[in-house]
């Protein structure tokens, strides 16, 4: 096997399926929240962020080929946010509780800054989260509820990104002059 086959099988691939377990965990901890608020529920809902991040960290790097698919990378961590843009935006989508923001087809067309990782990070952790653990039903937690989704959502498709049958991991291991992105095995 080539070298990059190898990392693709032990390092890339490996990485990206873990990215989409962690997001999906995350993703029924805040259905879980919004249909049980409590103190216990919102503890389980930020530590299963935190493996998120922890997880994210393993991918992050690799911010070429499928992350800049449909501005993947950027919809997942929209960082660095240099003037705050995105906590205002956050911030404003609570304050209106525009419901365009709850429909995850809806939230997926507004600002990557809207969807992210740092989105939810404020809403799990910032000015008003401590309402998640009171209230069903409230915004606050069905916007958080759609920002996990989404953030499945774009983790299944960067790896899908990767692993399909045409995708860019098959294009790194068939470099050559009819490939339109690697032209040789050094390129890859």
């Avoid at 890339?12 to 989409?20: A, C, M, Q, T």
């Avoid at 991040?53 to 070429?64: K, T």
């Avoid at 498709?157 to 339109?180: D, F, I, Q």
Wanted: glycine fraction near 6%; aromatic fraction near 8%.
């Amino acid at each position: 096997k080539s070298w990059v086959t190898i990392v693709l099988e032990t390092v890339v691939i490996p990485s990206h399926k873990g990215f989409v377990a962690a997001a999906s965990d995350t993703a029924n901890s805040l259905v879980e929240l919004c249909a049980e608020p409590g103190s216990e529920t919102l503890e389980i809902a930020r530590e299963r962020f935190a493996e998120l991040v922890a997880a994210w960290s393993n991918v992050e790097i690799y911010s070429f080929g499928p992350a800049r698919i449909n501005n993947l990378h950027d919809r997942l961590f929209f960082w660095p946010d240099r003037r705050n843009r995105g906590l205002r935006q956050v911030r404003r989508l609570i304050a209106t509780e525009d419901v365009s923001a709850i429909d995850i087809a809806s939230l997926k067309q507004k600002s990557v800054a809207t969807q992210g990782l740092p989105a939810l990070e404020f809403l799990l952790f910032g000015s008003g989260s401590e309402t998640l653990a009171q209230t069903a039903g409230d915004y606050h937690c069905r916007y958080a509820r759609a920002v996990a989704r989404a953030i499945d959502d774009h983790a299944a498709a960067l790896l899908a990104g990767w692993t399909a049958s045409k995708g860019h991991a098959k294009a790194m291991t068939t470099a050559g002059p009819s490939n339109h992105i690697y032209q040789t095995p050094d390129e890859a």
